[in-house]
């Protein structure tokens, strides 16, 4: 029998509830494995469907009849709205999210992301190769000085962030004393800051217009100059706003994740030594080992899409226009397709069968996919054989975590180098 709504009698699953926040991987795995499609919910809004098997995620991953905005002739509002709501966020700074890449549609989602994705290729990613070597040997060095006695150091501030903040704000074009500014802007977001989100969008605006106005004026081998001169060339259809939206995009997403995916995959691999020692006596499985560690990542479950017609995922009919959220962690644990999901396992997944949900998937999939992999493989192959006997400075279960929704990363990650 065809499930629908009104067979899911379950009370809907709060997804920020402390439970589920506390151990996603456990709490996605139950939901994956229910009888039926379970129901979700956050920050007070309405009841969403929760796509949990491998197979219902990349439906709603790759299927064009789902949206990332409501069809519209749907009678159902923007979840966003009610999270801006939550938030108590400023009415009129609402429509500067509306220009992320990732909150666009058909024609505008499409005329946007071409505007940046020549810029991400794998080819291109490969050119910046030697300067992310470059940026990791220098830190490095600097990991050395700090602890090279022995000192404690905390990685995920002198090393997993450091890295890609910096590579993915000089290819932008972000000039070094705003990139504070611009993290700021990211974990606000990352963690839902309500207070600090206004103010640290409102900078970043001023920060973006700043840009954009001086490339116009002084152009520079960046992305910002390429953006600015795509526009002039489309004959400005593209606004400034929506240039910056894109600024927001490719700033945040550049950074944050690949932060989380850095830090999290040094702790998995110090507590999956097996596999670590693969790794060292074999380098060249560090490309499949990222893509294993990404399956393994941070990124718990992606934004709601709403479908134009009614669908069935999973034996369940999704009405037209009801929200439908895709959770990563649960297809990425599903042994349906992954056995012995929770083994960390190096040579898993090949290079190029990106069979992992961890980037998404469809015409919405990470544009910095390949730049995250690079940042990632060429600095955890860095830090372990520069410091062979990295170790936790403290006892495991007190590694701090930053319980938010959303993401799984770790706050802090103490280490002793040697």
């Not at 409501?70 to 509306?98: C, N, Q, Y």
């Not at 666009?104 to 050119?127: F, I």
């Not at 074009?173 to 103010?199: K, L, S």
């Not at 910002?224 to 894109?246: C, F, K, P, S, Y």
Request: net charge negative; proline share 9%.
């Amino acid at each position: 029998m065809t499930a629908t709504a009104e067979n899911l009698v379950e009370e809907p699953v709060d997804l920020f509830s402390p439970e589920v926040v506390a151990d996603p991987f456990g709490q996605h795995a139950r939901l994956r494995e229910a009888p039926t499609m379970m129901m979700g919910t956050f920050m007070g809004g309405p009841p969403m469907y929760l796509a949990t098997s491998y197979n219902e995620v990349r439906q709603v991953l790759t299927d064009p009849r789902f949206l990332v905005n409501p069809p519209a002739d749907s009678p159902m509002t923007d979840i966003r709205d009610g999270v801006f709501k939550h938030l108590e966020f400023p009415p009129e700074l609402v429509p500067w999210m509306a220009n992320i890449i990732n909150a666009a549609d058909g024609e505008d989602h499409t005329r946007l992301r071409k505007l940046v994705s020549y810029a991400l290729t794998a080819h291109r990613v490969n050119k910046l190769r030697p300067r992310v070597e470059k940026i990791t040997a220098d830190l490095l060095d600097e990991l050395e000085e700090l602890g090279g006695d022995g000192t404690p150091i905390d990685l995920v501030q002198t090393f997993c962030y450091p890295l890609p903040v910096t590579v993915i704000c000089e290819m932008v074009g972000i000039d070094e004393e705003h990139r504070d500014d611009w993290r700021a802007w990211g974990d606000a977001m990352a963690t839902m800051d309500g207070p600090a989100i206004p103010r640290t969008l409102l900078r970043c605006i001023d920060l973006g217009q700043e840009v954009l106005d001086r490339r116009r004026r002084e152009p520079k081998d960046d992305l910002v100059t390429a953006l600015v001169q795509a526009q002039a060339a489309d004959g400005n259809r593209v606004t400034d706003r929506e240039l910056i939206g894109i600024l927001f995009s490719l700033v945040t997403a550049g950074h944050q994740t690949t932060t989380y995916l850095i830090g999290n995959s040094v702790l998995i691999l110090l507590e999956n030594p097996d596999q670590l020692a693969r790794l060292k006596a074999d380098p060249s499985l560090w490309p499949q080992a990222v893509r294993e560690l990404q399956r393994l990542g941070p990124i718990q479950f992606g934004q709601p899409r709403f479908p134009t017609e009614d669908i069935e995922v999973g034996g369940t009919v999704i009405p037209a226009g009801e929200p439908v959220v895709p959770l990563i962690t649960a297809a990425n644990t599903d042994p349906r397709k992954f056995p012995n999901p929770e083994e960390l396992i190096v040579d898993r997944l090949g290079v190029g069968s990106e069979s992992h949900l961890g980037f998404g998937k469809g015409i919405h999939r990470c544009l910095g996919q390949h730049l995250a992999y690079q940042e990632a493989e060429v600095a955890l192959q860095g830090l372990f054989t520069r410091f062979p006997n990295l170790s936790l400075a403290v006892p495991r279960e007190e590694i701090p975590w930053i319980l938010r929704p959303g993401f799984t990363r770790t706050r802090d990650l103490p280490l002793k180098l040697v």
